[in-house]
């Protein structure tokens, strides 16, 4: 009876001892497995922003953009532009920063403003060639405009500073923005409001449902669908504290903001356009006392 306990008891401890190495193994996989995503997560916004500006700047969106038109919730961005130039430009020479397919290029050449484009994409260039082959188009490399000091009595940028994925490439824009601009001369912003990518809108041109867009803090990377033209965009979720902080960091003085909202009779049954604005248009002008280093 005693050699039976006896030879329980030993089965027990090697029972045991295969139990502890079991859990040894799995400890180390399961931490294995938990660095690995750890990792995955971390890595997660770069992949993913590569990613973004990959199918964003590709040339299938460049050539779908390129036949989208000035129309629908895109229209209002550009509705009160010519007011605005009307009032606080004087000259008619003018860079269009960042003019992608040309859209917003041939808007100002048709409002009789002598303008040049310019775009970091060589493939949305090329469309811009495409669609106006009398059009002069730049393309730029490296964020730096290749243009000399107070050169442009106006320099106008659509739909630019809310696809620049950090504070570090926004500081950049506005400051060759400000560099290019002359003495006397005027900046006019247009880019998203806090609303546009917002999950619950609903807007007659854009589709934003999408989880990315549910109560993005500053900086996240939000999605955009264009119905016109069936083009993804995936911009970011700048407030406009921030802008407004980018904005004065590089010299600009804010004159005005400007929030353009959809009204009766303009052929569009503007549904969200109607309550909040999409957009945020600003007006900027250089302080004098900031023209001294450009001199």
Request: net charge positive.
């Amino acid at each position: 009876m005693e050699k039976i306990v006896h030879k329980k008891k030993q089965s027990k401890r090697k029972l045991s001892k295969k139990n502890l190495l079991t859990i040894l193994i799995l400890t180390i996989v399961v931490c294995s497995v938990f660095l690995h995503k750890t990792d995955i997560v971390f890595n997660k916004k770069s992949i993913t922003m590569k990613g973004a500006f990959q199918e964003d700047y590709s040339s299938n969106n460049a050539f779908k953009y390129s036949n989208f038109d000035i129309q629908g919730t895109s229209w209002l961005s550009f509705r009160d532009v010519p007011k605005l130039i009307n009032k606080y430009v004087h000259g008619k020479k003018t860079l269009d920063f960042g003019c992608g397919a040309g859209r917003s290029t041939r808007f100002l050449k048709n409002i009789g403003l002598n303008v040049v484009g310019i775009d970091i994409s060589n493939e949305f260039i090329k469309q811009a060639h495409r669609i106006d082959k009398s059009g002069k188009y730049i393309l730029m490399k490296n964020t730096t405009v290749p243009i000399k000091n107070n050169t442009y009595d106006f320099v106008f940028s659509s739909h630019v500073l809310l696809m620049l994925p950090n504070k570090e490439e926004l500081n950049k824009a506005l400051s060759e923005m400000f560099r290019v601009t002359k003495k006397d001369g005027t900046c006019i912003i247009v880019t998203g409001s806090e609303k546009m990518h917002a999950f619950d809108e609903k807007w007659v041109s854009y589709k934003t449902n999408f989880p990315e867009n549910i109560n993005p803090k500053s900086g996240d990377m939000v999605k955009l669908f264009i119905k016109d033209c069936g083009a993804v965009f995936h911009d970011y979720n700048w407030t406009d504290e921030d802008y407004s902080k980018a904005i004065k960091q590089n010299g600009f003085e804010i004159v005005t903001r400007h929030y353009p909202l959809g009204k009766e009779n303009e052929g569009y049954a503007w549904i969200s356009e109607k309550r909040t604005s999409p957009y945020i248009l600003y007006v900027l002008k250089k302080p004098e006392e900031k023209l001294a280093a450009l001199n």
